[in-house]
C-alpha cells in the first residue's frame, strides 16, 4: 500500500530535550516536507527536499533541521524543543516537477512541549 | 507575497442542503487543488485543477477555477455527514519556488 508513515503519532516532552519525528514514504516520490498545523494558521511548510541531499527552508524554519539522506527517509529534528513548537506536524510527498502533483500526506504527529 | 483566503472558516449545516465554499486571491495560480482532511489524518487530494474557467465534478463535488485563475469555489450538492471535515485550497504561484500556498481551510460539519 503506498503510504507516508510518520513516528511517533503523539509525543510529550520537555523544553531543551532534543527530539526526532521520522518519515518514510514508499512511493519512490523524490520531493517531500514537512508542515506544522495551528488553529486557524492552516498548513505552514518548515523544510521541504527536492530530492536527496536537496533540502531548503520552507516559510516557518527557526527551530528545525531536516536530512535527506535517502530518497524514503525524511527526519525532522528539533534540537531544542520549545513550547511555541507545540504543534500538529504532518510529512507529505509527491513525484518531483511541477507542484500541481497530489501531495500524499501522513496521519500526522501531534507534539506536545511543556 | 502570494495568499489564499478561504471563506466561511466554518460551516454548520443539515444532511441534505447545498453549500458552496470559496477560496480566493489577488493573485493568479497555475493550477490549484482541494484537499479534505478529517481528524486524526492527513489531508487526502480531492482535485486539481489546470484552466481558467475549468469545472470538475466528483459525485456530489462541484470545484470551480475562476477565468482570471485568481479564484476557485467547491460547490457540495446534497451534504452528507460523511462530507464533515476541513478543506483546504492550496495553489501553485507562478513565482512557486517550489512551494505550494495553502489557505487557513474551511470546516464544514454536516449535521444528521
Known amino acids: 500500500e503506498a503510504q507516508v508513515t510518520q513516528n511517533p503519532r503523539y509525543l510529550i516532552t520537555v523544553t531543551g530535550k532534543k527530539l526526532t519525528v521520522t518519515c518514510s514514504q514508499n512511493?519512490?516520490?523524490?520531493?517531500m516536507s514537512w508542515y506544522r498545523q495551528d488553529p486557524g494558521l492552516g498548513l505552514r511548510q518548515i523544510y521541504y527536499?527536492?530530492?536527496?541531499?536537496?533540502?531548503d527552508k520552507g516559510d516557518v524554519p527557526e527551530g528545525y533541521k531536516v536530512s535527506r539522506k535517502e530518497k524514503r527517509n525524511f527526519p525532522l529534528i528539533l534540537e531544542s524543543p520549545s513550547p511555541n513548537q507545540t504543534s500538529l506536524y504532518f510529512c507529505a510527498s509527491s513525484l518531483a516537477g511541477r507542484l500541481n502533483q497530489p501531495q500524499h500526506f501522513g496521519d500526522g504527529t501531534r507534539l506536545s512541549i511543556l | 507575497t502570494q495568499l489564499l483566503e478561504q471563506s466561511p472558516q466554518f460551516l454548520s449545516i443539515q444532511e441534505g442542503e447545498n453549500l458552496t465554499v470559496y477560496c480566493n486571491s489577488s493573485?493568479?495560480?497555475?493550477?490549484l487543488q482541494w484537499y479534505r482532511q478529517e481528524p486524526g489524518e492527513g489531508p487526502v487530494l480531492l482535485v486539481t485543477?489546470?484552466?481558467g474557467g475549468e469545472v470538475k465534478k466528483l459525485k456530489r463535488l462541484t470545484f470551480q477555477f475562476g477565468d482570471a485563475r485568481k479564484d476557485s469555489s467547491l460547490h457540495i450538492t446534497a451534504a452528507q455527514t460523511g462530507d464533515t471535515g476541513l478543506y483546504l485550497c492550496a495553489g501553485e504561484g507562478m513565482d512557486s519556488n517550489y512551494q505550494l500556498i495553502w489557505g487557513a481551510g474551511t470546516k464544514l460539519i454536516i449535521k444528521p
Open positions: 512511493m519512490n516520490h523524490e520531493y
Open positions: 493573485s493568479v495560480f497555475s493550477s
Open positions: 527536499s527536492m530530492n536527496v541531499e536537496a533540502t
Open positions: 485543477v489546470v484552466t
